[in-house]
């Protein structure tokens, strides 16, 4: 079991129980962290506030509001870290959203392409620069991508263009913030059908192809890819930074 006692692990990205960042915060708290939760809005407080109850961390942990698209909130959220926490060890941005991803890519209009971009890449970029002050004795930052960055999935559109984008940011961010022993990884979860799932054309054909060809036949599940963010956000994982770790039943292994 891996022991995260004594570490804050700040998750962004809650919406509902399906959530991944929901697993991710239930798998984090049994391996003993204090949660700090960023919720979107105050319409998706309720579902952060009831899981932090639920985990036993009213009064321990902490909740944050936190709208990636304003820099005020993200610069506020930290804040109000800060002024509970000295430090901190581990940020999870779960976090993603395409105006009209059911637009083709080639009909993605400017302001759409700007939209998905920012919430779902620069996000990381931002969370990255609000954390790193605050992770004094080092760190880990965690994103969730999809293999869609790397192969055409139908009716992923714009967000495989989106996600392309978060890697790579993996990577340069991984480059520069190895100094200050800081690690950012990303996990590419298999398809799960969450609330951001909902919105892609056509998502059950993407799960039945992923039961039909991944070599275990199956479809992953949100604690599972929780698990792989317990690792990565560990010492045992102290070696690995820049990474994209597939957590998808070997889906990406496969040819035809
Ligand atoms: N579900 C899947 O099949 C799957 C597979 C691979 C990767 N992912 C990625 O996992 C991450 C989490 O998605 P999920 O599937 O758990 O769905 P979800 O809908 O539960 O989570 C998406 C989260 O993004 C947050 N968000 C959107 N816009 C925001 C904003 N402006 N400010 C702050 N937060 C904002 C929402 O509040 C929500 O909590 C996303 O990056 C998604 O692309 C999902």
């Given at each position: 079991m891996i022991d995260m006692s004594g570490q804050i692990a700040v998750v962004f990205g809650v919406a509902n129980k399906r959530s991944i960042a929901y697993s991710i915060c239930e798998s984090f708290a049994a391996a003993g962290a204090t949660?700090?939760?960023?919720?979107?809005?105050?319409?998706?407080?309720?579902?952060?506030?009831?899981?932090?109850?639920?985990?036993?961390?009213?009064?321990?942990?902490?909740?944050?509001?936190?709208?990636?698209?304003?820099?005020?909130?993200?610069?506020?959220?930290?804040?109000?870290?800060?002024?509970?926490?000295?430090?901190?060890?581990?940020?999870?941005?779960?976090?993603?959203f395409a105006p009209n991803i059911k637009n083709a890519v080639l009909d993605t209009t400017r302001d759409d392409f700007r939209i998905a971009n920012d919430i779902s890449v620069y996000s990381l970029i931002a969370l990255a620069r609000g954390a790193a002050p605050l992770m004094i004795d080092g760190g880990t930052i965690l994103t969730l991508t999809y293999y869609g960055a790397e192969k055409v999935f139908p009716n992923y559109n714009i967000m495989g263009v989106c996600k392309a984008g978060l890697e790579a940011a993996v990577r340069y961010l991984a480059s520069e913030l190895g100094p200050k022993n800081i690690r950012v990884n990303a996990v590419s979860a298999g398809p799960i059908k969450t609330l951001a799932a909902r919105g892609i054309g056509d998502f059950n054909t993407i799960l039945d192809v992923t039961t039909q060809r991944a070599p275990l036949h199956r479809n992953v599940e949100q604690s599972e890819v929780a698990g792989a963010a317990v690792f990565l956000a560990s010492k045992l994982a102290s070696g690995i930074t820049g990474e994209i770790t597939y957590v998808d039943c070997g889906f990406n292994v496969t040819g035809i």
């Open positions: 949660l700090v939760i960023g919720y979107q809005s105050e319409r998706l407080k309720k579902d952060s506030e009831d899981l932090l109850e639920s985990l036993g961390q009213t009064g321990k942990g902490k909740l944050v509001q936190c709208d990636v698209s304003k820099d005020e909130e993200i610069d506020g959220a930290f804040a109000e870290i800060k002024s509970s926490f000295p430090a901190i060890h581990t940020v999870v941005h779960s976090i993603g």
